[in-house]
């Protein structure tokens, strides 16, 4: 009789060895009949809740609620509509959401079960995150006619079809001999977005109010342009095939630091220039 190992599913090809965790399961092979294997039961941080409550998640947890907070101001909650928060709060879950893995990386004697719920709990956050609160975003911006969803469904549709062909290929990566850190991607993260939509959203409403002498009219076919823009190009390059690198701890910095300046310098033309401010009162809520 021998025993196969069962591969860690997201341990980085490692192979969790039956004689020292109870989370692995093993087959039995003897005589060519197959044994069914032992029952694996999830081990939560709590008995008497469901799921990972650990810091190992909880950037990822806050990435969610950043997002609810931007859909509820972008859905009028307590008040008239707030495009501008949303999109901040966009921003805030991007920058949450990118540093999740290096927390969740730093916790000691992480199972297979607590890393492939990781990487489940963060495709699922992503969702509403960078697909769902982006296009609230274009409801505040009063895009709500029938044309315009039919950009939401491509946009959310691709960003989803992206997610789940990440998850199974990360499964069958990591499942390979010698399989180790993931350098590159196929087509763009979804997360991406909420560096994209910010500053697309700040160059689109730049010209509200009349700023440079344009007109309302062409301040909204300027905004709606953009936005669409926006939506259609990150839902292109989340399904299209090319490869893009993963910037880890270093490259993250240089990113988050690229972007804060881009937006900063943005915010500054729109208010030295065109005379819009970055953001209302909040005053203005009931």
Known sequence: MET???????????????????????????????????KRRL??????????????????YLSLALSICGICFAAAYGGPRRDDIAAFFVLLAGLC??????????????????????????SLC?????GIAPIMVGVAMGMTRWYYCIVYVFFVLCGLVRLAYFNVDEINRVNEPNAGR???????PITNV?????????VATMFDNGACGVTTEQAQIIRSVLM???YILCGLLFVIKFKMF??????????????????????????????????QPLTKFN
């Open 4 to 38: 196969e190992k069962i591969d860690n599913v997201m341990g980085g090809g490692e192979s969790i060895d039956p004689a020292q965790t109870e989370s692995a399961a093993t087959v039995a092979v003897a005589d060519d009949v197959a044994v069914p294997a032992k």
């Open 43 to 60: 081990k939560p941080t709590s008995k008497y809740i469901v799921g990972y409550w650990h810091y190992g998640v909880i950037l990822t």
């Open 97 to 122: 959401d990118g540093f999740d893995g290096m927390v969740a990386s730093t916790r000691k004697h992480r199972t297979a079960d607590d890393r492939m719920f990781g990487m489940q709990i963060d």
């Open 126 to 130: 992503d969702i509403v995150s960078f």
């Open 182 to 188: 993931r350098e590159s991607y196929t087509g763009l």
């Open 194 to 202: 909420s560096l994209a939509l910010p500053v697309f959203y700040l």
């Open 228 to 230: 669409m823009t926006c």
């Open 246 to 279: 993963k910037a880890h701890a270093r490259g993250l910095i240089i990113t988050v630091i690229t972007i804060t300046v881009l937006v900063i310098g943005l915010a500054l033309i729109r208010y030295y220039v065109c005379g819009v401010v970055l953001f």
